[in-house]
């Protein structure tokens, strides 16, 4: 009969110990690592959650530069189109010789 010591809210990983004293480290229910020193199973399962968080953090990371990068766009795109009302309210251009903002130069 096994007992759970500590465990992730997903439980993904998992320290467990067992009828025959030893304690194990389980990630996503595989064995990773065995012993029959409890602190020796803590040290190695406070690893691999350290190693399960810092992944998640890397996949936040990258969500959140490209919604800066989107919002960064955005604001260019209403920067330009605002100078550009500006510049017509302002007669800069002649009308019908507006430049071409679909064109690429």
């Keep these: ?49 350290d190693k399960h968080r810092a992944f998640n953090r890397g996949v936040l990371a990258r969500e959140r530069a490209h919604f800066d990068v989107q919002a960064l766009r955005d604001s260019e795109l209403d920067t330009v189109a605002t100078n550009l009302d500006r510049m017509h309210e302002n007669s800069a251009f002649p009308t019908g010789q507006e430049p071409d903002i679909n064109k690429n130069p």
């Design 1 to 49: 009969m096994t007992k759970v010591v500590r465990c992730t809210k997903d439980s993904h990983l998992q320290l467990v110990s067992d009828a025959s004293g030893r304690y194990i480290v389980k990630v996503a229910q595989e064995v990773v690592f065995e012993s029959r020193v409890l602190a020796a199973a803590e040290i190695y399962y406070a690893e691999e959650v």
